[in-house]
């Protein structure tokens, strides 16, 4: 869409020039860009309100005295907003025949989880993660000594099932490779029955000499969303100043002077006389 204006350069002349105008479309496009932008600034600031509160919840789980792993009247209620990484303790025996081991990376290096069935009192089962291993001593019988046959308890946070694998890798029970710790998975390629829907992380107190590294768990949740924030709305301050240029600039556009042409017939005395200089318009 454009306009035409017209520009008077002295008496009796005139010229025109087209002055172009943003299309109705192009205006509907930066204006709903505008709200977006600014909606997903506020969505940001509103996901840090909640990851800060979620971090001080875990904070207070952790640091928190042990407290009994949740009875199996409980299971179909536990979630990971209200549960994982609760301190817990439990007591069993281990069942060391039926380990699996995860592939693992840590600050120890590469190597496995060992996941333990615990059975309890009561004949359920709990998993435990009793900690890392390196890849030489993945054998069962490289570390027989720190697997203790009798009455054990452990201490450690309590963790949700990691369902069907890990980041691009899928778990392969039937070659017994696994990826995530996948409870229900572990439990039916083992013929486990009345397991727990979670696993426990076992802490360093709970570690056996000669047995796997425990303690490793690491709580770290990733904060930027003040960064993001920041950055959806310097984008939509930048897109509200196109928007003004567009739209609201005219006061503020620069002046383009035009000048008679040299050898005018009556350009000395525009120059001398009482409209002497240039014109000025607008651009």
């Known amino acids: 869409m454009s306009k035409t204006r017209t520009v008077t350069s002295k008496p009796g002349e005139e010229h025109s020039e087209a002055v172009r105008a943003p299309s109705l479309w192009l205006t509907a496009l930066l204006l709903i ?163 727990a829907p979670f696993f426990v992380d076992a802490d360093a107190g709970s570690q056996v000499a000669g047995g796997p590294i425990g303690g490793l768990t690491v709580i770290r949740f990733p904060n930027n969303h003040l960064i993001y924030a920041l950055t959806w709305f310097a984008l939509a301050f930048m897109l509200a100043g196109k928007l003004f240029v567009t739209f609201g600039g005219g006061l503020f556009r620069r002046k383009r002077f035009v000048h008679e042409r040299a050898g005018g017939s009556d350009a000395a005395a525009r120059r001398t006389g009482s409209d002497a200089g240039t014109i000025v318009e607008p651009t």
């Not at 549960?83 to 025949?97: A, I, N, P, Q, T």
Request: glycine share 8%; no cysteine; proline share 7%.
């Open 33 to 195: 860009a505008f709200v977006v932008l600014i909606a997903l600034g506020v969505w940001q600031i509103e996901r840090r309100v909640w990851k800060l509160a979620l971090i001080d919840r875990v904070e207070q789980r952790v640091h928190a005295p042990a407290q009994p792993v949740p009875s199996p009247a409980s299971w179909p209620t536990i979630s990971a907003a209200n549960d994982e990484y609760r301190h817990v303790s439990v007591s069993g025996r281990f069942l060391h025949d039926r380990e699996t081991l995860v592939q693992a990376v840590t600050e120890e290096g590469p190597g496995y989880w060992v996941l333990t069935p615990l059975k309890r009192s009561d004949d359920t089962l709990v998993l435990i993660n009793r900690g890392f291993v390196p890849s030489e001593r993945r054998d069962a019988s490289t570390r027989r000594g720190g697997n203790p046959d009798g009455q054990v308890e452990i201490t450690g946070l309590l963790r949700m099932t990691e369902p069907k694998g890990g980041f691009l890798r899928d778990n392969a029970p039937e070659h017994n490779r696994w990826y995530s710790r996948d409870v229900a998975a572990i439990a039916a390629a083992r013929g486990l029955h009345d397991v």
